[in-house]
């Protein structure tokens, strides 16, 4: 068996085909698989927009503090989660809002950092495949700096075939390898769900890492036990 591409590159870019499709959880999940292989494991949220207080009235990102949770290298949530926002919104816009525009080399630098500290890092986008952040630099750019394999999140629901099979075209049009993807249940009354997961595995040119069934409590060690992030080449 040759060693997979998330193997040799340290980590994998996790991206969806929309927003609110589950790719945190899914993002967790793999951190947690990995740690299961015995890998120094943590999960990178590099931009995130939508905070709010908990009881001590500390400022936080449901997102960042569920990552935050999947690892176990002593990280803190600003390590985790390095560049944030109040505003619930696209990121670029929550920067303008605030006045704290993103600084494309200061997320390449605070990913490379968390980076030397793992033996794999999930870097969660934003969105979809293809969000704008500052003119002329997006996620899809993102990605391609790093250099990482992706990992496509596939919210299942009517129309996700057409947006999945689009998202993987972006994806090899930038010239990167899409490693696997993961379908993660929506609706677990979605009709005609097995004929949707077959027209993915058929359509998609990546192996499936595994389909993800509605959790009542999605934790990484719940998503983890649906996943196979290393299958065999």
Known sequence: MSPSPIALLRGCFVTGTDTEIGKTCVSGGLVHAFRQRGLRAAAI???????????????????????????????????????QWRTACAPHIAAAIEGRPIDP?????????LAARTEALVVEGVGGFRVPLVPGWDTADLAVDLALPVVLVVGLRLGCINHALLTADAVRARGLHLAGWVGNTLDPAMPHRDDNL??????????????VPRLADPTPAAVAAHLNPLPET
């Open 45 to 83: 949220k590099p931009l995130a927009a939508g905070q709010q207080q908990d009881a001590e009235g500390r400022w936080f990102n449901d997102d960042v503090r569920h990552l935050h949770g999947a690892q176990d290298l002593g990280l803190s949530e600003d390590e985790v989660g390095p560049f």
């Open 105 to 113: 080399a200061a997320v390449r630098s605070a990913i490379h950092r």
């Open 198 to 211: 077959h027209a993915l595995r058929q359509g998609l040119p990546a192996p499936c890492w595994g389909v």
